[in-house]
């Protein structure tokens, strides 16, 4: 009798450290861009560099996120950017801004709160960047495009950590993806005289 208690004790046991277990960290997919045609540059090289740095600290949260801003802008300049190799030019991406702030919400408090789930955080990402072509001799930018583009994301008061995860993967897809438009944009605007077979879009 004992024994075949203790029995149901073990895989009682068994039960509830199973539900304790802590739900795994959400993988994401490679936020790339090879599956466009690249901008093919009259450039001896492409160099890729940023200019922003991230502080670290509240109310930028950059630093914490799965794929930061800047990360994804160099992914999409080293997919979307070439050079054939000849010539003094050089293209030089440069990212300014990569930043990613946190505000926080008012959040309803007292019973009616407690039946509500409310967005408690918003978060506003923006990415600006450059792209030069430069002189390699004497350090004269020849032709240059910039494009500029933020997006914002609110996140519910009860999300997970893996949930405000994926709410930070979502704003920085949706954020590199305007980028791609409006840097094509201006790179056909700005930098057609400088281009091998220019792509589109």
């Known amino acids: 009798m004992l024994a075949g208690m203790g029995g149901t004790a073990l895989v009682l046991t068994a039960a509830l450290t199973g539900c304790t277990d802590p739900p795994r960290a959400p993988r994401f997919p490679a936020l790339r861009f090879s599956h466009k045609p690249p901008f093919l540059f009259r450039a001896r090289r492409v160099e890729v560099r940023s200019e922003y740095s991230r502080p670290n600290r509240p109310p930028n949260v950059e630093h914490q996120m799965p794929l930061p801003p800047d990360r994804a802008a160099g992914h999409w300049a080293e997919d979307r950017l070439q050079a054939n190799g000849e010539g003094d030019a050089i293209v030089r991406f440069t990212v300014h801004d990569a930043s990613v702030v946190e505000k926080k919400l008012t959040v309803e408090r007292g019973i009616s709160g407690l039946l509500q789930n409310e967005q408690a955080e918003s978060y506003h990402a923006q990415l600006e960047a450059t792209i030069e072509v430069v002189d390699d001799l004497t350090g004269i930018a020849l032709a240059a495009a910039t494009a500029k583009v933020w997006r914002s994301q609110t996140l519910a008061e009860n999300a997970t950590i893996n949930e405000r995860d994926s709410v930070w993967f979502g704003l920085v897809e949706r954020l590199i993806t305007e980028f791609d438009a409006a840097m094509t944009a201006q790179i ?14």
């Open 188 to 201: 056909e605007a700005h930098l057609d005289s400088v281009l091998l077979n220019p792509p589109s879009a």
